[in-house]
């Protein structure tokens, strides 16, 4: 079974491959409780994994960091040390985040592996944005998540990283993924690839 630590580094080096600024990323934390995370911050360059943008990167290297580790904790208190099993989020925890974040007014979609990845997002906008934004919806669209809100959805560009993060996290368990194409565009890890819609 993958540990958390690696989990927490298959996914930043997905998500930030070709950023020379990753080297400085150091993990540590042998629970969720005890999860840390450091990296070196600024802009990242116009082209990481694989997607160029234009004119520039609409997020920085610590907002996808940050993403990931809060994330990758969320994940992993679900963690049961006795049975060594790490529980997917279900409807009840669908429920609960969108009673946690009920004056966001946020609908989530997207498959259980992205509740904590969305729960993560409105955590990190809400803390560098607490102004008046809104989320409406949350869905899956090309095999990644999609915001969209009913006035500016700035949140210091926690929603563009969330929507790219989403990319390397399996929509069906939150475990390091990839889009996979085939008809349908899913991002799934090895395991659920198997079960593609």
């Known amino acids: 079974m993958i540990e958390m630590r690696s989990e927490f580094l298959a996914i930043a080096r997905a998500a930030l491959a070709g950023d020379t600024g990753l080297a400085s990323l ?8 005890e999860l840390t995370w450091t990296v070196q911050s600024g802009p990242l360059p116009n082209k990481i994994a694989g997607h160029e943008w234009r004119p520039s990167v609409p997020f920085e290297r610590q907002h996808v960091v940050d993403l990931i580790g809060t994330m990758i904790r969320k994940r992993w208190s679900r963690y049961d040390d006795f049975l060594l099993t790490l529980r997917t989020p279900n409807h009840d925890d669908r429920i609960a985040i969108e009673d946690k974040w009920s004056h966001r007014s946020l609908h989530s979609g997207g498959g259980p592996g992205w509740l904590d990845l969305i729960d993560a997002t409105m955590q990190l906008a809400e803390s560098v944005d607490p102004d008046q934004w809104r989320v409406f919806d949350v869905k899956e669209k ?3 998540l999609r915001w969209s809100a009913g006035t500016s959805l700035d949140g210091d560009g926690a929603f563009e990283a969330s929507e790219h993060v989403s990319a390397f996290v399996c929509d069906c368990c939150g475990a390091p993924g990839r889009l996979r194409e085939g008809g349908w565009v899913t991002t799934r890890c090895d395991e659920h690839a198997e079960n593609k819609r």
Not at 26 to 33: I, Y
């Open 26 to 33: 150091t993990v540590v934390g042998r629970s969720a409780a």
């Open 142 to 144: 090309f095999g990644t």
